[in-house]
């Protein structure tokens, strides 16, 4: 009992010290050494340049978490379907899987600037590179979790005539419900650094610019105290989506999964 | 099937030659020949590896036999088991996301509808196993007692005519153990279903069974068979009564003739 509210305190305390440390010394060395702003501007240079630039980047951030989150829902929902295929055919599977992982490791940046030559609407294109990205994490984990109901269960539900629907349904669909939330958070960060990406190779693309490309931009006009108030935006996004799936995560799994019950009183 | 005389008489389950043999040559079962009457509680009594497990998953049609024939008379005039026969595992097999309720409830759901009676006999069913008050508990919520209780509720909430238990109680202690012979034992003899019981506790077989046939490995046969003759209803008194430690004592040395047999071949 003794220890654990002070553990959970410094959970807290002890990373906001470091940072508060380590962004205090970078400060300092900026100033001592006197490092030109264009080379490396100190924390109070980039929280003035996210203050007055803020809002013309917010609307960036705004067209990358779009295709984001929309790329994480497209590997949510077909990722998803394509593993529920794979659990319905065996034959399905292991003819199609290796062309998953093909797609899945082979880099983005290499398919990117092919995507964006044949898909002619720039936001379907990024969201095409950021949802290759995202899929295969659900993919291979929802394809684990149906297979991995418990065999006594699956004989139990023979014994009661169960049909493969209900067996999908009651049993299979529930076992694989973590997996595929793990596979999500996966994802998650995935879907980002794909649309990112895509971003990179595309370019501006249209009328709406991404925050990938501000970065870009910022870099070749030497505004490196923009750049870095946009790259801390793009991991803040970041965090905020892993946070926001691990919350959706532990509210689904609640009752039932050790990774997300609530620490028990000894 | 009429309701005749000589059908109420017939077994419930007749295994005829039941042999079964698992890939690489191993005999799991040598030829096995058994009638299960209706109403009887019958243990199959036996070391680890004798095959009970595998002779209890055939009768209730899990695994097929390599050869024999397994015939059941559930009496309901139907070929579809379904909720006829209940199943109770070495582990209690409950599905984590599921309640209590909707664990005991899962037969009807996957047999037909759930409807108000089928909630008010699960309701039933968990009061009958002591559980009453965790209704809407998750498995990782109870002990492991409990969940077993959980999985004997939903073997008997069918009414089924046969209950398999396969070495229910191996992994409780000793005093949960007890407490769950005893429930066991009042459901037995309140309801009396047919009861195939798989365990390698002589203690155990003798206090529940009415009969007990001994098995032994290598390949898996029945070396013997006991008739139980002690008086119903058995309650712990009976476990320290001279009657009862001499049917132990003629099931501990029939277990171990058997075995002696086994290795001397």
Redesign the interface.
């Known amino acids: 009992m003794r220890g654990r509210r002070p553990d959970r305190w410094w959970r807290i305390a002890a990373p906001l010290i470091v940072g508060a440390v380590v962004l205090a010394l970078w400060e300092a060395v900026v100033r001592i050494e006197g490092i030109a702003v264009y080379i490396l501007p100190g924390p109070i240079a980039i929280a003035k340049a996210l203050w007055t630039d803020g809002p013309s980047l917010l609307g960036s951030l705004l067209v990358t978490l779009r295709i984001t989150l929309a790329a994480l829902a497209a590997a949510a929902i077909l990722g998803g379907a394509i593993a529920l295929l794979f659990s319905l055919s065996r034959l399905l599977e292991i003819s199609l899987f290796p062309y998953a992982v093909i797609l899945q490791v082979t880099p983005i940046v290499a398919i990117a600037p092919l995507i964006i030559i044949w898909v002619q609407q720039p936001f379907v294109a990024l969201l095409v590179c950021a949802w290759i990205v995202a899929f295969f994490p659900i993919v291979s984990n929802t394809t684990i979790g149906l297979n991995s109901a418990d065999r006594n269960l699956v004989a139990l539900f023979r014994l009661y005539g169960a049909s493969p629907a209900q067996t999908l349904r009651y049993l299979k669909l529930p076992t694989a419900l973590p997996y595929f939330l793990a596979g999500l958070r996966i994802s998650g960060g995935l879907a980002l650094i794909g649309a990112v990406v895509a971003e990179f190779v595309a370019g501006t693309g249209g009328a709406e610019t991404g925050l990938a490309f501000r970065i870009l931009e910022a870099g070749y006009r030497l505004a490196i105290a923009r750049m870095f108030a946009a790259l801390f935006l793009l991991s803040a996004t970041g965090v905020a989506i892993y946070l926001a799936i691990d919350l959706l995560s532990r509210l689904i799994l609640r009752h039932w999964h050790e990774s997300a019950v609530e620490e028990e009183e000894e | 099937m009429f309701e005749s005389p000589a059908a109420a008489a017939s077994p419930i389950v007749e295994l005829r030659g039941i042999a079964k043999h698992f890939a690489g040559g191993v005999r799991a079962l040598d030829p096995i020949d058994l009638d299960i009457a209706r109403g009887e509680f019958l243990s199959l009594l036996g070391p680890s590896g004798c095959g009970k497990t595998t002779l209890l998953?055939i009768i209730?049609?899990?695994s097929r036999p390599s050869a024999g024939e397994r015939r059941l008379d559930l009496g309901r005039g139907s070929e579809?088991?379904?909720?006829q026969?209940g199943?109770v595992?070495q582990?209690p097999?409950l599905?984590?996301?599921?309640t209590v309720t909707g664990n005991v409830l899962?037969?009807f759901?996957?047999?037909g509808r759930i409807g108000q009676a089928e909630r008010a006999r699960a309701a039933a069913e968990i009061r009958a196993v002591g559980l009453a008050g965790f209704e809407r508990a998750?498995?990782?919520q109870l002990s492991g007692g409990m969940r077993m209780r959980v999985s004997i509720a939903r073997a008997l909430v069918t009414d089924p005519d046969l209950l398999l238990l396969d070495e229910p109680f191996a992994a409780l202690d000793e005093i949960t153990r007890m407490a769950l012979n005893d429930d066991l034992m009042r459901l037995w003899e309140s309801r009396r279903p047919t009861v195939v019981f798989v365990t390698h506790s002589v203690f155990e077989s003798v206090y529940l069974s009415t009969r007990i046939a001994v098995m032994t490995a290598r390949p898996g046969r029945i070396a013997a068979e006991l008739a139980v003759d002690l008086p119903h209803p058995r309650e712990r008194a009976l476990r320290t009564a001279p009657a009862y430690a001499a049917i132990c004592a003629a099931a501990s040395r029939h277990l171990a003739e058997a075995m002696a047999a086994e290795n001397a071949r």
């Open positions: 998953r209730a049609g899990l579809r088991p379904a909720g026969i199943f595992f582990d097999t599905m984590p996301w599921s899962l037969p759901r996957l047999v998750y498995p990782r």
